[in-house]
């Protein structure tokens, strides 16, 4: 079983930046895309960013394009999403997952919930003055 665990959530006023950081109990994360996904309340989850193990382009949702910068650090077997000019309604609980097949999950234009297996328990990001 693979062990996901987000961090580097908080709050944070309108405008403001923060970092999460998803890391993996195994080497998971360097073989294989990993997703961020975001739920607010009321509302379902929805795919937020992707980056793959292959050589794609990074996915973003638009309502994040321009703002949140994936990236993945293949050293530490992290994967981090850097989100800037934050809104309160990018308030949610963010999540970190991967698919449990290569190649599978994050594509130059989608971002395919369903192709995900192994699920971290999620960060609460508040954005609020």
């Known amino acids: 079983q693979v062990q996901i665990v987000e961090s580097g959530g908080g709050m944070v006023q309108p405008g403001g930046s923060l970092t999460l950081s998803c890391a993996a109990s195994e080497s998971t994360l360097e073989y294989y895309a990993v997703g961020w996904f975001r739920q607010a309340p009321g509302k379902e989850r929805e795919g937020v960013s992707c980056?793959?193990?292959?050589?794609?382009?990074?996915y973003y949702a638009d309502s994040v394009k321009g703002r949140f910068t994936i990236s993945r650090d293949h050293t530490a077997n992290t994967v981090y999403l850097h989100m800037s000019n934050l809104k309160p309604e990018d308030t949610a609980v963010y999540y970190c997952?991967?698919?449990?097949?290569?190649?599978?999950?994050?594509?130059?234009?989608?971002?395919?919930?369903?192709?995900?297996?192994?699920w971290g328990q999620g960060t609460q990001v508040t954005v609020s003055s």
């Open positions: 997952a991967t698919p449990i097949v290569m190649g599978y999950g994050c594509y130059d234009a989608s971002l395919p919930i369903d192709e995900y297996h192994w």
């Open positions: 980056i793959s193990n292959l050589s794609r382009t990074p």
